[in-house]
């Protein structure tokens, strides 16, 4: 006998699938999408149809341990719960009476997107203990910041409404591995006639799907966007109705593209003026445009101003006027109060003021942050020795003999193998949590469907044991996870929409907006004034231009820097893992194959290099090895290779992000995880 479990999908994805697990004899034996889910419909992306083998494979941590060996060398003992949180809260309260509450550093992150085991209880405790508060930069900041500063927030056209536009832009979003299901709404759109434009450094499994691929270079995307502007006003196309309606900052803007003639904007991305022209053509005459703005494109130290410059290209041709018309980049402020945010740190729970460190230099963090030193590091839900930039320094830092570090785990991942402490956490079926999403309109319940392996818990079960074990007896460090998903939906936001917990339950996903509305018709942005900002005098504050259409200055454009390190690399997602998630199963790593970068034949032929040829990527941050893949999915210029490899899988140094830096983009201390030059040559060790 069998039972069915509603669920869905934990990870890092805008997709935020439902599934079904099918439960037998207390194990789970089947998992499978939704069918009942309006926008997921019932399909899995490659690396999630494979869950259960994360969920009984090989590697699983389920007891504590207590490491015995030196740091990063992954040698422990198994200990019991009881003196394992004695040992963490111990190692916290050392550190609190050296150095003051400060010197203890919350790390987390996307591991689970989950409202309950990801973004609440962890945070909260640690906002209780007085700890430094972590700024999670490290996927979404500048695209955050910059729809903040232009929409008011994070919000945009209905992803469902893709289907009615007339021309589509991919811009940035490899949707085929990264937002599988949005294809679903652009694929019936170019079914009915839709014109299709991928814009993308790179050829990828979506470009070539797609009836157009423009490639500009990387980090050229705002100068792209203002050259679509001029050609909209040489066209005569502009919607001054809407501009003046709806928008801010308009005659400053329309000033500012005099300066933008389009063979300047050609001549900074790379790309022929007629294209770009006849690009801009078809963006002026063509309603509804919809705009797929991806969070790749963002990894630049212009990123900001790009992202700003793309969001502002509807306001110009009125696409908010019309379903099927404007730009998504994330879509959670259509979420209103439904977020974990609002219930973090309760008003009735007090939380001393402490200063905050930005998560993407967190190397910088450990090797020279004082006043006072990160003396204990507590890490859940992520694995920065893995993700992080400047590989070399994180490592560094995670090997101090003085950093005392508990990492919350399900397998023994890179971050793992430095930790004093290793707790085991719960997976996805064995717990209950909260979903909304970043890519759709819908929030979801995940239940719990089997008891975990061994002493798992949930990570919220954790930190209510570890809030015990340092004295700390508020009443919100004691609340249930069930209680914790009541009070996020106890808000008018879930009430309007008529969400909660038991229609959750019983029904799976419900949505939260009205469907089939042009939802920015007539303005309503979330901005004080309701209109759509082209100007945010704010942004000057912080540094940044805050008229749309200013374009940094690009590494790119350093003839110095070029001549030593001649190659842009890139370092795009698999569609077979997600970040490091999944990177050590058998079937996993199969797919991603050994570390590759992709040369173009013109780079290759320079360098004596050919298809399967063991090269050495090089810059004065680090180096690594890998196998060459000679194609021209890159430009000449242009190199690229997958980001998501465990490191200590690949041997001492041998990971892309020994060769990126810690660097910040223009807006929200946003990591520039593609600005790095490098050169390629071949391996002769």
Avoid at 290 to 317: E, S
Avoid at 377 to 404: C, K, T
Avoid at 535 to 554: C, M, Q, R, S, T
Avoid at 597 to 607: I, K, N, Q, S, T
Wanted: hydrophobic letters at 40%.
């Amino acid at each position: 006998m069998s039972t069915i479990v509603r669920g869905a999908c934990p990870l890092d994805c805008p997709d935020t699938c439902s599934w079904l697990v099918e439960v037998e004899d207390g194990r789970a034996v089947s998992l499978r999408g939704d069918r009942a889910h309006p926008f997921t419909h019932g399909a899995l992306c490659p690396k999630v149809n494979r869950y259960l083998d994360a969920l009984h494979g090989p590697g699983r941590v389920t007891h504590p341990l207590r490491r015995v060996g030196a740091k990063g060398e992954g040698r422990f003992e198994q200990i019991g719960w009881d003196e394992a949180l004695a040992a963490s809260a111990a190692g916290l309260r050392s550190a609190i009476e050296r150095h003051g509450p400060e010197s203890v550093l919350p790390y987390y992150f996307a591991g689970t997107e989950g409202m309950v085991q990801g973004w609440i209880m962890g945070p909260r405790l640690f906002a209780a203990l007085g700890a430094s508060r972590l700024r999670t930069t490290i996927c979404t900041a500048a695209a955050g910041a910059a729809l903040g500063a232009t929409y008011g927030g994070s919000v945009g056209m209905d992803p469902e409404d893709f289907e009615f536009a007339q021309l589509i832009i991919l811009w940035g979003a490899n949707l085929l591995s990264t937002n599988l299901h949005q294809w679903r709404f652009v694929l019936a759109a170019q079914r009915r006639g839709a014109h299709v434009v991928a814009i993308d450094p790179l050829r990828t499994d979506t470009a070539d799907r797609c009836d157009e691929h423009i490639a500009p270079r990387p980090g050229t995307d705002a100068a792209l966007a203002l050259g679509l502007m001029r050609v909209v006003l040489d066209e005569g196309a502009e919607d001054r109705d809407w501009l003046a309606r709806c928008s801010e900052g308009w005659p400053a803007l329309e000033a500012r593209l005099a300066e933008w003639p389009v063979e300047r904007a050609a001549a900074v991305c790379g790309l022929p003026v007629e294209r770009l022209v006849a690009l801009g053509r078809r963006f002026a005459h063509t309603r509804p445009t919809a705009i797929r703005l991806g969070l790749g494109l963002q990894r630049h130290g212009g990123a900001g101003a790009a992202m700003r410059a793309i969001l502002a290209l509807p306001a110009l041709t009125g696409d908010f006027r019309h379903v099927g018309g404007g730009v998504l980049c994330m879509s959670g402020g259509h979420f209103g109060g439904i977020d974990a945010g609002r219930v973090r740190v309760p008003d009735d729970m007090p939380a001393p003021p402490a200063r905050t460190i930005n998560m993407s230099r967190l190397g910088e963090a450990l090797t020279e942050t004082d006043d006072p030193p990160v003396a204990a590091l507590f890490v859940f839900d992520a694995n920065p020795a893995a993700s992080n930039p400047d590989h070399a320094r994180v490592h560094a830092g995670l090997a101090r003999d003085d950093l005392f570090t508990v990492v919350v785990e399900q397998r023994l991942t890179d971050t793992a193998l430095y930790a004093d402490i290793v707790l085991p956490a719960t997976m996805q079926p064995e717990h209950l949590d909260l979903h909304g999403s970043y890519g759709h309109h819908y929030v979801s319940l995940n239940l719990p469907a089997v008891e975990p392996p061994g002493e798992c818990l949930p990570n919220s079960e954790i930190f209510r044991r570890l809030a015990r074990a340092l004295g700390l007896d508020h009443p919100r460090l004691r609340e249930s996870d069930e209680q914790t998903v009541r009070d996020v939906l106890d808000c008018d936001a879930a009430r309007a929409a008529g969400i909660t917990f038991e229609r959750l339950r019983d029904e799976g996903a419900l949505r939260v907006t009205t469907p089939g509305l042009a939802r920015f018709a007539d303005g309503g942005f979330p901005t004080p004034s309701g209109r759509l900002r082209l100007l945010a005098p704010e942004l000057a504050e912080a540094g940044a231009d805050p008229l749309v259409g200013y374009v940094p200055p690009h590494e790119l454009e350093d003839a110095e820097l070029a001549r030593r390190y001649p190659l842009a690399l890139l370092s795009p997602a698999s569609r077979h893992v997600l970040n490091s998630t999944f990177a050590s199963l058998p079937w996993h790593r199969g797919k991603l194959g050994p570390p590759r970068v992709h040369l173009h034949p013109e780079d290759a032929g320079e360098r004596g290099i050919v298809s399967g040829a063991r090269v050495r990527v090089r810059n004065d941050r680090g180096a690594f090895t890998a196998e060459a893949v000679i194609d021209d999915a890159a430009q000449p210029g242009v190199a690229f290779t997958y980001k998501q490899q465990w490191p200590q899988l690949l041997g001492p140094g041998e990971h892309v992000n020994v060769t990126i830096p810690e660097r910040d983009a223009d807006l929200g201390g946003s990591p520039t995880f593609h600005d790095n030059r490098v050169q390629i040559e071949l391996d002769l060790t």
